[in-house]
T-cell receptor
Framework: EPEVTQTPSHQVTQMGQEVILRCVPI?????FYWYRQILGQKVEFLVS????????KSEIFDDQFSVERPDGSNFTLKIRSTKLEDSAMYFC?????????FGSGTRLTVV | KNEVEQSPQNLTAQEGEFITINCSYS?????LHWLQQHPGGGIVSLFM???GKKKHGRLIATINIQEKHSSLHITASHPRDSAVYIC??????????FGQGTRLTINP
């Protein structure tokens, strides 16, 4: 069964550093998403991406966040200057017209 | 006020019991999703519903659009069903809005 692949599975970074989280969505899917889940809290929407541009973003997705699809297969989330409160599990998801397929997540720890 | 509310928050049952998890939402939606999250954190999609009822193995999901309510049922529950079950809705936008999840524990 096709999978959404996320790398790395766990990343520890110093506060103020830039991180890039990587995702390989399912190849024929058209819609791509980033969600995050702070420990003990519910999953929150960050951004959706369609036709090589952002289609919707949440209040959380401020200027320190950006997304790219650099080579037609990878889908990346960049956090420019990490803060302690960015520590969370970050999920990539993709879909065609139906249900979502989620990656297994990247656990980001900012110290 | 949360747009998606689940009950109960925690549920412990014995193997073999019939399980029901409820989800209420307050916004108009194009679809409702039931998801499963295992202790390692990964999220698996179980059902996408826009009306009626769907069944997959021992899992059954129903939705009542007029009452803005959905239920997830598990028949003949098994310890491997232990996980967090999450209700999420698509409110006519690109995003999913998630409930807080129901932590289910099935004891042998």
């Amino acid at each position: 069964e096709p999978e959404v692949t996320q790398t790395p599975s766990h990343q520890v970074t110093q506060m103020g550093q830039e991180v890039i989280l990587r995702c390989v969505p399912i190849s024929n899917h058209l819609y791509f998403y980033w969600y995050r889940q702070i420990l003990g809290q519910k999953v929150e929407f960050l951004v959706s991406f369609y036709n090589n541009e952002i289609s919707e973003k949440s209040e959380i997705f401020d200027d320190q966040f950006s997304v790219e699809r650099p080579d037609g297969s990878n889908f990346t989330l960049k956090i420019r200057s990490t803060k302690l409160e960015d520590s969370a599990m970050y999920f990539c998801a993709s879909r065609e017209t139906g249900g979502y397929t989620f990656g297994s997540g990247t656990r980001l720890t900012v110290v | 006020k949360n747009e998606v509310e689940q009950s109960p928050q925690n549920l412990t049952a014995q193997e073999g019991e019939f399980i029901t998890i409820n989800c209420s939402y307050s916004v108009g939606i194009s679809a409702l999703h039931w998801l499963q999250q295992h202790p390692g954190g990964g999220i698996v999609s179980l059902f996408m519903l826009s009306s009626g009822k769907k069944k997959h193995g021992r899992l059954i999901a129903t939705i009542n659009i007029q009452e803005k309510h959905s239920s997830l049922h598990i028949t003949a529950s098994h310890p491997r069903d232990s996980a967090v079950y999450i209700c999420a809705v698509s409110p006519y936008t690109q995003k999913l809005v998630f409930g807080q999840g129901t932590r289910l524990t099935i004891n042998p």
